[in-house]
């Protein structure tokens, strides 16, 4: 099993969602985050003074997928979050030990 985390732009995440859930993917985890990376924040103006915003608002998606179906779901995402300039997000995947359904009692891929 594996986790694959994406940090996306927050307007794409019906798209990404959307991609996700046409893989046949049934839950997924969404927290607001904020963070810079190449962006280096950006520069606003507010009441006449200009100030500097360094952590930009971004969507944190957490999905569990099967190892054959991990690949399949980093696509949809980069597909779907792309825009083609910088800030898109990143995709990050690590190996799940172990998952557990804690109403049923599952585990592993049967509570995915």
């Known amino acids: 099993m594996k986790l694959v985390m994406a940090i996306i732009k927050p307007f794409k995440l019906d798209e990404?969602?959307?991609a996700l859930t046409s893989l046949g993917l049934q839950g997924l985890t969404v927290s607001?985050?904020?963070g810079f990376g190449r962006?280096?924040?950006?520069t606003e103006i507010y009441?006449?003074?200009e100030?500097?915003?360094s952590f930009l608002p971004k969507v944190k998606i957490e999905v569990a997928v099967?190892?054959?179906m991990a690949e399949r779901a980093v696509e949809a995402i980069q597909k779907a979050a792309n825009t083609g300039r910088?800030?898109?997000?990143?995709?990050f995947v690590v190996e799940l030990a172990q998952?557990?359904?804690?109403r049923t009692g599952e585990s592993n891929a049967d509570a995915l």
Not at 39 to 42: I, L, Y
Not at 86 to 91: A, E, Q, S, T
Not at 99 to 102: E, F, H, L, M
Request: glycine share 14%.
């Open 99 to 102: 998952a557990v359904r804690i």
């Open 66 to 68: 099967s190892d054959e």
């Open 86 to 91: 910088i800030g898109d997000g990143k995709i």
């Open 16 to 18: 990404v969602r959307e």
């Open 32 to 34: 607001e985050v904020k």
């Open 39 to 42: 962006q280096k924040g950006q």
């Open 47 to 49: 009441r006449g003074a």
């Open 51 to 53: 100030y500097s915003v």
